[in-house]
């Protein structure tokens, strides 16, 4: 997979259906968006955010119904990629010690990386299609990975990732009854060219751009089948540890 940056075509979707980008507004959600209507597997592609022309607050229940059911209108829901997240802005940066942390910042931290995300489960997970392949598909860290982590620091980032791919384990089992074809994943993107990352280099990881981020999620999506539902891959489909 290194090496290319071709979008993939989607070909293991059913033609047509609906696809669903939150975060649209952001680097690589923007991108997704772009990448998802270029492949043309899709009759029609909807990015959600805070300034899209429907604008979606992501912690709240009825803006998100509302996303939802714009989309279910538009045919059936076969993707949907959450490029959301939150490690740091003007008034909180990843804590590199205990003694930094905050209540209000740790809280922060899972309202907008786990919690929100959650909310899109439940409201998005239901109306994926019974039969035939369908993807939620969000975006984690491998620095959520506690198997992984032999550095510490950025503990609000860090364990809210974590808390975010223990609720896609345990939804995936839950979606699983209703459609057993059907996948949630949690996804790690690499390092990537962002507001997100800009302050922090690429800390000798390879940097991609969000074309290029998008390109190797989608070719990872491509590849899903429903017995890796519940996992967490990184941008080349890699398993990473929980």
Excluded at 22 to 38: C, K, T
Excluded at 216 to 238: H, P, R
């Amino acid at each position: 997979m290194p090496g290319t940056t071709i979008p993939s075509a989607l070909t293991s979707f059913p033609a047509g259906g609906v696809a669903v980008v939150f975060g649209a507004g952001g680097g690589i959600g923007g991108a997704l968006v772009d990448a998802l209507q270029a492949s043309g597997r899709f009759s029609v592609v909807l990015g959600f955010g805070r300034t899209t022309a429907q604008p979606v607050d992501i912690l709240d229940d009825t803006s998100l119904e509302a996303a939802a059911a714009s989309a279910a209108a538009a045919g059936e829901i076969r993707l949907v990629l959450d490029a959301t997240g939150f490690l740091h802005d003007d008034l909180q940066e990843p804590e590199k010690s205990w003694r930094q942390l905050d209540a209000d910042k740790l809280a922060r931290s899972y309202a907008i990386n786990a919690i929100a995300p959650a909310l899109m489960m439940k409201t998005l997970l239901p109306r994926l299609p019974r039969t035939g392949k369908a993807v939620f598909g969000t975006l984690s860290a491998r620095v959520g990975s506690i198997g992984d982590n032999f550095v510490g620091g950025w503990y609000a980032y860090r364990a809210s990732k974590a808390a975010l791919n223990q609720l896609v384990r345990t939804a995936s089992i839950e979606l699983a009854r209703r459609a057993p074809e059907a996948i949630c994943v949690a996804m790690h993107p690499g390092t990537v060219a962002t507001t997100l990352s800009a302050p922090f280099g690429s800390g000798g990881h390879q940097l991609f751009t969000p074309a290029e981020a998008a390109a190797y999620l989608l070719t990872v999506v491509d590849g899903l089948t429903a017995a890796q539902s519940g996992g967490f891959f990184d941008w080349q489909g890699e398993v990473v540890p929980y």
